[in-house]
């Protein structure tokens, strides 16, 4: 691998060096080939035949540089203090296949000066889901981390009960977040102008070429965040604890530790168990991204060159609502597989409110609106249209066959066939093939569902990991249907079953 560790080159107030605390008896998880040879690590003989060695804490390759950085952040809104990495450190920085940084993360890794009162340590279970979700949302062509694989131990870690300690080496663009200058701005503002050069030139050197770098810099952050949040939107895809920690200069999911994918929709779905406002619910994430981001550029204010000043900044933050609202409409329109219009924004919208005022499952009622356009060619997304108009009919309490064109007799049928009617017609402008494929690389057949993750959790529990590469395949190619799925990968839950939200341990 080419090695670039950058960060251990900035002032050691920012972080910790320290090595990893070995797991007891660490063993194979999953190991992410496509990864693997993005980084470069199959091309090392050293690092392939060790690598359980390297995620157990074991073995430090010397090329390797490890530490735990120090961040701050605001925790649901309220300003939470000194944070870190309090079981995590960077261990080494490296150019993968296409010459772009990428941070190697070892999570689970023990104690560091900023774990506060935690043990240093994660779960099977939280590994198993974020192992899984990086996958996926990588997949789903959403900007996140990834990993390169997971190991379970012997170690014993108590959160709600005992459960078998595991590690996970977390692969992204960066590990920087809005936190990283909050924590400068009140424990080491003299570094302030240090740090953002080093942000600037390592992930934005092409602010450079602008008039005033700085400010090019933050704008490009909020641009790309905002684009990131409009992409969750588009795939059901909730973060569940959006701090400010939490959220990365790179406009990169990060460290999504209670997420969800939505299925029946419900835009005030919250997946978080700990969030008991609702603060994080899926339809407050573009509001938070912003609210975020104000914070993180205030401190920006301590800068004088480069034309930083409030107006400046405030400008910096104004392309956020036009940026969000641009990549979500287009994709929102690319869904139904018709241009960015009004017309077409009306129709989505319009069925938007169908799938809530129904409850009706998210990914499989866009993926089935193939059936409506090409029926002889989509046999199983014939049958998500089937389901979906059973559904209405059994919304209205009122029995109907199963057939897609069964006349209408209720309510919620009346606005099915409304809306349908309008929407072939709109269909029938365009060019069919193009419609397809917009429909096929828009919505996607599979998404990670929280009985997914379950079913493969219980059975890493009991030494059984074919469950985890099984989804692993299956998530590699979300896009298209896969003789290896089975039905409950894409079963919608109960329409009355609530959908459960997930603990924050791990």
């Not at 973060?239 to 835009?267: A, K």
């Not at 129709?347 to 193939?370: I, Q, V």
């Not at 190619?477 to 089975?486: E, G, K, W």
């Amino acid at each position: 691998m080419r090695y670039q560790n950058t960060y251990t080159n900035l002032d050691t107030r920012l972080y910790h060096r320290q090595p990893p605390t070995p797991l007891d008896n660490p063993r194979v998880g999953h190991f992410n080939t496509q990864v693997a040879e993005q980084l470069g690590w199959n091309d090392d003989d050293d690092l392939m035949t060790r690598w359980v060695e390297i995620l157990g804490g074991h073995y430090v390759p010397a090329e390797f540089a490890p530490l735990s950085m120090a961040y701050a952040g605001h925790q649901f809104g309220q300003w939470a203090g000194q944070l870190g990495d309090g079981r995590g450190l960077l261990m080494a920085q490296v150019l993968d296949n296409n010459d772009q940084l990428q941070d190697l993360h070892l999570k689970g890794s023990g104690l560091t000066p900023y774990s506060r009162m935690g043990d240093g340590r994660a779960v099977l279970r939280s590994t198993i889901r974020e192992y899984l979700c990086g996958h996926a949302l990588n997949q789903l062509n959403i900007p996140a981390s990834n990993a390169l694989g997971f190991v379970v131990s012997d170690t014993p870690v108590r959160r709600e009960r005992m459960e078998a300690g595991a590690a996970l080496m977390r692969v992204a663009d960066s590990h920087i977040r809005l936190g990283h200058v909050e924590w400068i701005a009140s424990f080491a503002p003299d570094l302030l102008a240090e740090f953002t050069d080093y942000m600037l030139d390592t992930y934005y050197s092409e602010c450079r070429d602008s008039d005033q770098p700085v400010l090019a810099f933050l704008q490009s952050v909020v641009e790309r965040t905002a684009r990131m949040i409009a992409d969750w939107q588009l795939i059901g895809f909730a973060h569940g604890v959006m701090n400010t920690d939490n959220l990365s200069i790179t406009g990169s999911t990060l460290d999504f530790g209670p997420f969800g994918f939505m299925e029946r929709f419900n835009p005030a779905w919250i997946n978080n168990h700990s969030d008991h406002t609702g603060r994080y619910a899926y339809q407050n994430q573009p509001a938070i991204g912003h609210w975020n981001l104000n914070v993180w550029l205030s401190h920006f204010m301590r800068l004088t060159q480069d034309g930083v000043t409030r107006d400046s900044l405030a400008e910096c933050l104004a392309v956020y609502e036009p940026t969000f609202m641009q990549h979500y409409q287009q994709g929102l329109c690319a869904k139904l597989g018709l241009p960015h219009q009004s017309e077409s924004l009306k129709l989505a919208f319009e069925f938007l409110t169908l799938l809530e005022d129904n409850l009706l499952d998210y990914t499989n009622s866009f993926r089935a609106l193939l059936a409506l356009v090409a029926p002889e060619d989509c046999p199983y997304e014939q049958q998500l249209l089937d389901t979906l108009v059973l559904e209405l009919g059994d919304n209205a309490n009122n029995e109907i066959g199963t057939n897609a064109d069964t006349n209408i007799s209720t309510d919620a049928q009346q606005v099915w066939q409304a809306w349908r009617e309008e929407y072939l017609a709109q269909i029938s402008l365009l060019d069919k093939a193009a419609v397809i494929v917009s429909l096929q690389s828009n919505n996607p057949v599979y998404i990670l569902r929280n009985d997914m993750a379950q079913r493969a959790i219980l059975a890493a529990e009991q030494g059984q990991f074919e469950e985890v590469a099984r989804l692993y395949e299956l998530l590699a190619s979300p896009y298209t249907v896969q003789d290896r799925a089975i039905e409950l990968d894409t079963t919608a839950p109960a329409r009355n079953a609530r959908q459960q939200p997930i603990s924050c341990s791990s």
